[in-house]
């Protein structure tokens, strides 16, 4: 009974023809542009800054649905009711929120170093959303699927706590030093359990691109995912993006009992809102990548190509495409906001950690199991390599 | 560089391509803190009075600054970081190509990986691990 659905899986993951092309909108658009009399040239350069400033707009308003999560949530665990007055159900409270700070006096302290100051929060803000360059929310449903991919993200993750050292050390402030010098001795902590992590799956995936990472889950939909075959890793990642978010219990930078605000303690008006803005963009940016790197990131558990296949239809009409597509980018979606839920009521869940727990998880425990998680991989990888993507 | 059909080498797996994209999101990126700043700036109230602009300290005179010398606890945990940062990043290209590679390269990373993590037992030992 066993052996028919593993050869069919084994089949499944072996057989990359049976994942459709997919809706190319570029291709589209520029056809209908070079329609128009554009060189083909032109026509790419006109497309390129349209799914950026898509994804920006998606980002923000993903922030603002979040940071209304996390207030709704909060009040639910604590059986408060939570904004309730700005819009319904004080949906629109967030973005009031940011309003408000679009207004406020930016204040720099006198004693503090003005230029690093006002470069802190930026280089916060910048890589975290440049990091969304390769998440994909469909086959071409993405910004540019360059091909060092996740390694992209990595990369662009450790310049983050630059920014948090700057700002804590620019402010002259014995709390903002403190919180600043926690916060990258955390980043760096977690940073590589973290890489090593990504390094299985992408040893599976044969390759960094995000798509890539996506299309070898999607054999035989939610039987493939990445989390039955790198459960350990699952749990590294999501421990190390917790505490790269500095989310509770990993929340020391800014622990409000010891530090005031951490490396935040002197900002105020817009700055303040650029490092918030940052925080819950690498929140959903981090939610966005578990999906993407274990829970199939787009793909319904049900692969659609057999649905369509049940229903008498070709994968590759224009009706269905967009069918795919559209609950592509839902299902993306949708697991990304589980794992945000999730980190929400974790934090009203487990206590704060102390520094040395911090750093012994990280040290001791964490980048041994993920060096051992990563050997184990390449093993059965070499033993079974239809199920570790051959 | 030679060309690689003429060499008779397969053609290179790294493709340059979809990068002009990472540059235009660079640009944008950037955009957003500079323009949240520069209508912030616009916007916002100016008065300047002495109280405001000191630093906080839990609303007393701030004694003293904050640049000063003072142990850095954090100094040996850099030190380790960089060496496993730099190990991670030798296995990048290993595990993208480790398909193709076999056996072998699973014994080499194995040796490899247990030099690092004697290294790293080494550093346990040594307390560089150790808070305090």
């Known amino acids: 009974m066993l052996t028919a659905p593993a050869s069919a899986m084994a089949a499944a993951l072996q057989a990359p023809a049976l994942v459709t092309p997919g809706l190319d909108l570029e291709a589209s658009f520029t056809d209908v542009l070079q329609g128009f009399g554009l060189s083909p040239a032109a026509a790419h350069l006109v497309w390129l800054p349209l799914p950026m400033l898509l994804v920006l707009v998606g980002a923000v308003v993903g922030v603002l649905v979040t940071v209304w999560l996390e207030r709704k949530i909060s009040a639910a665990v604590q059986q408060r009711i939570g904004p309730e007055y700005a819009g319904a159900l004080g949906i629109l409270q967030p973005l009031a929120d940011g309003l408000k700070l679009l207004w406020k006096e930016d204040v720099i302290p006198a004693r503090a170093d003005g230029l690093l100051f006002t470069l802190g929060p930026v280089l916060v803000v910048v890589p975290v959303i440049l990091s969304w360059l390769v998440v994909p929310f469909g086959q071409h449903l993405l910004i540019s699927n360059v091909g060092v991919g996740i390694f992209l993200w990595i990369s662009l993750s450790s310049i983050q706590p630059i920014g948090l050292l700057m700002a804590g050390y620019a402010s002259n402030n014995k709390y903002s030093l403190l919180g600043g010098l926690r916060a990258a001795a955390q980043s760096i902590s977690y940073e590589i359990p973290l890489a090593l992590a990504v390094l299985a799956v992408v040893m599976m995936s044969n390759s960094l691109s995000t798509v890539d990472i996506v299309d070898q889950q999607n054999g035989a939909g939610i039987l493939t995912w990445n989390i039955w075959r790198q459960p350990v890793g699952f749990v590294i990642f999501w421990i190390c993006a917790l505490a790269e978010c500095e989310r509770l219990p990993f929340d020391l930078p800014e622990a409000e009992e010891e530090l005031v605000a951490g490396y935040q303690t002197e900002y105020a008006g817009m700055k303040f809102a650029l490092f918030y803005l940052g925080s819950y963009i690498n929140l959903v940016l981090s939610a966005l990548l578990v999906s993407v790197l274990y829970l199939g990131g787009w793909g319904f558990p049900i692969p659609v190509e057999w649905l369509a296949g049940a229903l008498g239809q070709s994968a590759d009409a224009p009706l269905v495409q967009v069918i795919t597509a559209s609950v592509g980018i839902v299902m993306t979606v949708l697991k990304a906001y589980l794992l945000v839920f999730f980190a929400i009521l974790l934090r009203w869940t487990v206590p704060r950690v102390r520094i040395d727990q911090l750093l012994d998880l990280g040290w001791k425990f964490l980048l041994p199991i993920a060096l051992v998680n990563l050997l184990v991989t390449a093993g059965l990888k070499l033993a079974f390599p239809a199920f570790f993507g051959g | ?132």
């Open chain 2, 1 to 132: 560089m030679p060309d690689c059909a003429a060499v008779g080498l397969p053609a290179p797996v790294f493709v340059l391509s979809g990068y002009d994209a990472f540059l235009g999101f660079l640009l944008i990126a950037a955009a957003v803190p500079v323009l949240a700043l520069v209508t912030n700036k616009l916007l916002s109230p100016t008065s300047r009075s002495g109280e405001r602009d000191l630093t906080y300290e839990s609303g007393m005179e701030p004694i003293g600054g904050a640049w000063i010398q003072f142990n850095i606890r954090y100094y040996m945990f850099a030190l380790v970081f960089v060496i496993f940062d730099v190990e991670t990043v030798f296995l990048y290209p290993w595990a993208v190509a480790f398909h193709r590679l076999g056996l072998l390269a699973f014994i080499e990373a194995l040796v490899f990986i247990s030099i690092l993590l004697v290294a790293l037992a080494y550093a346990w030992r040594k307390g560089a691990l150790e808070w305090s």
